[in-house]
């Protein structure tokens, strides 16, 4: 009664649907529940054939390997049952696919509803029609968001969309001419007027000076 009660409430009842395709884009996308599948064969597989000759289940390895292959393939095809069922249940019109990025692949990422997907290249998820998204975008340090392009235009830091069909969105972010850098954080350079190069450093340089845009860190680690 409790979660149907919830449900009552329109912010509740989206923040729900959201956070279930947020899951189903991250956590239990198809390909990563079958890497994750995968790792746990290769763990197990050297203690198997004792296990058998110990317990006789399952009877040989060739059934225990067909048994992971059930569950492979119950994590490939479950996304599409669940997000059918989000559907059917809150009676939608259906599923859009999300194609998110930044321009030039760098300055920042961007919080959709709950997650933040490595936009490094381009990233797609499947949403639902008529179900608004929230999407924010986090300018790195040394940047700020400049605006959105794609099916949505313009420089709203907090864009709330209702989408109805597949949508390609792209977060611009550029230089922040207000920032000055700090100790751990030097001015970035904008690789996009070219390449940065860097040849050589004065060793009678002051300690804790540095080259333009760049910072010397020590590390005991290989």
Request: overall charge negative; aromatic content about 10%; charged content about 25%.
């Amino acid at each position: 009664m409790l979660l149907r009660r919830l449900m009552i409430n329109q912010e509740f009842r989206t923040g729900f649907i959201n956070r279930f395709a947020d899951l189903m884009n991250t956590s239990f996308r198809e390909e990563r529940m079958v890497a994750v599948l995968d790792s746990i064969e290769a763990a197990l597989l050297p203690e198997m054939e004792e296990h058998i000759r110990r317990w006789r289940r399952p009877v040989d390895l060739h059934e225990w390997r067909e048994n992971v292959q059930v569950m492979r393939e119950f994590a490939m095809a479950r996304p599409a049952h669940v997000r059918q069922h989000i559907v059917s249940q809150f009676l939608l019109s259906g599923t859009l696919e999300l194609d998110l990025g930044v321009g030039n692949g760098f300055g920042g990422q961007v919080r959709l509803n709950t997650i933040v997907p490595d936009l490094d290249d381009r990233w797609k998820g499947i949403y639902f029609r008529g179900v608004p998204l929230r999407l924010k975008p986090l300018p790195a340090t040394g940047y700020r968001f400049s605006h959105w392009s794609g099916d949505h235009t313009g420089s709203e830091e907090l864009l709330i969309l209702t989408l109805h069909g597949d949508t390609r969105l792209t977060a611009h972010f550029e230089p922040d001419p207000d920032w000055e850098g700090d100790a751990l954080n030097p001015l970035p350079y904008p690789l996009i007027q070219g390449p940065y190069r860097f040849e050589a450093w004065d060793e009678n340089e002051p300690e804790g000076s540095f080259p333009p845009h760049m910072l010397f860190l020590q590390s005991d680690m290989d």
